[in-house]
């Protein structure tokens, strides 16, 4: 009696633990060495836990969809899972692509390779410095750079709390009068 309950036993057992993991499927997530492909920008939030903006630019549409900015272009928030204003810019700095997934928002920093050195927060004001290299695609860039840094640092297309940028110790400004 025994020999027969032993085996049914086991079976029984394989059969219950492998109903517990089945509302637990094993993912790219949950494997440890799996390898996954995101780009860099998706891996920087992967650990956000709420909910900001990046700024992309809306081309040649005469400021129709958000506020004006560069040769007829529109500033445009694209919401992002972030922890915070700084994670936000990172993502930013972090895409590759020059037109943003299947939007056709272009992103004017996509060439660049920058990274974040310092992001300080002031009640009247903010600090950011970047270190890497800016790369733009002409003079219509120029403005689109600024305000797609400055929105996405402010959270905001509206603010006018006071940031200062620079990027290898020159201010923003200061660069893009040179291009």
């Known amino acids: 009696m025994i020999r027969k309950t032993l085996p049914m036993f086991f079976l029984s057992l394989v059969l219950f633990m492998n109903g517990c993991n089945a509302a637990h499927p094993l993912t790219s997530a949950t494997l440890p060495n799996a390898p996954f492909s995101t780009s860099s920008s998706e891996k920087i939030i992967r650990s956000g836990t709420g909910s900001f903006k990046i700024y992309l630019i809306a081309l040649e549409d005469g ?3 958000g506020p004006p900015v560069g040769c007829g272009d529109s500033l445009i928030a694209v919401e992002i ?8 810019l990172q993502f930013l700095l ?3 692509d020059t037109y943003y997934g299947q939007s056709g928002l272009y992103d004017a920093l996509a060439k660049s390779i920058l990274s974040i050195s310092r992001f300080e927060e002031h009640e009247t004001s903010m600090t950011v410095e970047l270190t890497g290299k800016l790369i733009l695609s002409g003079v219509c860039d120029n403005p689109r750079v600024k305000e ?3 929105a996405t640092i ?3 297309a509206k603010s006018d709390i006071p940031v200062t940028i620079r990027i290898n110790g020159i201010l923003l ?3 893009l009068s040179e291009k």
Do not use: E, I, V, W
């Open 173 to 175: 400004d200061d660069l």
């Open 94 to 96: 972090a895409n590759r």
């Open 63 to 65: 400021g129709t969809s």
């Open 154 to 156: 402010r959270q905001s």
């Open 148 to 150: 797609q840094l400055l």
């Open 81 to 88: 899972p972030a922890a915070d204003r700084s994670s936000a």
